[in-house]
């Protein structure tokens, strides 16, 4: 790592040579990821569909808007043994001054990590990926500073981002104010690790060993990855942080119900799930499952969990195994690391863990701040 930092250090006087610059104060900031970031993100990720009126599953017995998931304890069917999250941290270096033009520099650490479970429900280290970023505005640099910059990465195994390149994660935010987007391209290029991460899991999983990321699998990369053609992949995304905006229409007919998102999950119990709805045409299949009792909890929407699921074959899915899935999901609450995340009514503890992980393998922000100053 310290070979990573020198690099970044070459980079700074390289930039303090060609170009004018104003510092962080202190030499790095940490840039502070948005609360509201996963909730943004999952709009943006599919921001054409507000309304949703097509049920996606199917049961002999008829599809109720709302199902009984008593939990499935691992010793009754151990199905998900394999935790993917992800992590990072940002640092705003300083603006880069050329003439007119003027651009932040970044540098970030990102990581993705899998658990995986065993019989005894111990956890290890199954997959670790950490990347090295410097990011910076192409379009508002000189092709001179930007090769330059390129080469001096590169010889340090860092990766080049450009900060005005579009995307769907940092698209959410203005292009005007780079700095600001920064943060949203660090995330963009976390998630794009998670499904290369995800790519190598994908062999070890059968029917009965299932993987869950946290997080949307709508985001472009990883339904690549899971949503290709062929049968149901044993892969679900789990959301904690999810859009507040859509629609719900149950019924068709004058006897049809429409209900917000706040209705749906406010009528739902614990240990329950909703009905199964389709999103991009039926190639993701998502649902709302609530982990623990509203008494508890401080609004409605607390203690949910959005579940997705990629479905190359367009097809409804059968109500046993989304009942299935929510059940194991049910028996992944009972532990939590309460007070140790504002998220904690949400967690599942494996994907707590793989998080944890993940931020235990990058530098701290001590040494990224002692080591990255501006002479």
Known sequence: MMMVLSGVRDVLKMLGREVEILPAVGGAIEDLERPDFEEREDQALNEDEKVFETIFERD??????????PPLDRTEQHLFRYFLDGSFRSYFLGTALEHERE????????GACVLRREEDGTVRREALRVDHLLLAGKQRLSEQVWQQLSALS????????DLTERDIVSGILSDFDLRNKAAGKVRYEMRTLEAEVIQTILPHLTAERWLIADGSLMFDPMLKQVGSE??????IGVAKNFRKDPQFVFGRGPRAERRSIYKLLADLQAEHRTAAFSAQEGKVVFWYVRLREQRHLDYPLMGV???ELA???QEAVP?????????????ERQVTPHGQDRRWHAHLYPIFLAERAVKESLVSREVVQQYLKWR
Do not use: C, M, W
Not at 103 to 110: E, K, M, T
Not at 154 to 161: E, K, S
Not at 319 to 331: F, G, N, P, Q, T
């Open 305 to 307: 969990v959005k579940v």
């Open 319 to 331: 109500s046993e195994l989304v009942d299935r899935i929510s059940r194991a999901l049910v028996a």
């Open 230 to 235: 062929g049968e149901i992949k044993p892969v």
């Open 60 to 69: 002999p017995a008829g599809v109720r808007l709302y199902r009984h998931v």
């Open 103 to 110: 651009s932040p520099v970044h540098f970030a650490q990102i």
């Open 311 to 313: 479905n190359p074959t």
């Open 154 to 161: 590169a010889q340090a195994g860092i990766r080049l981002v």
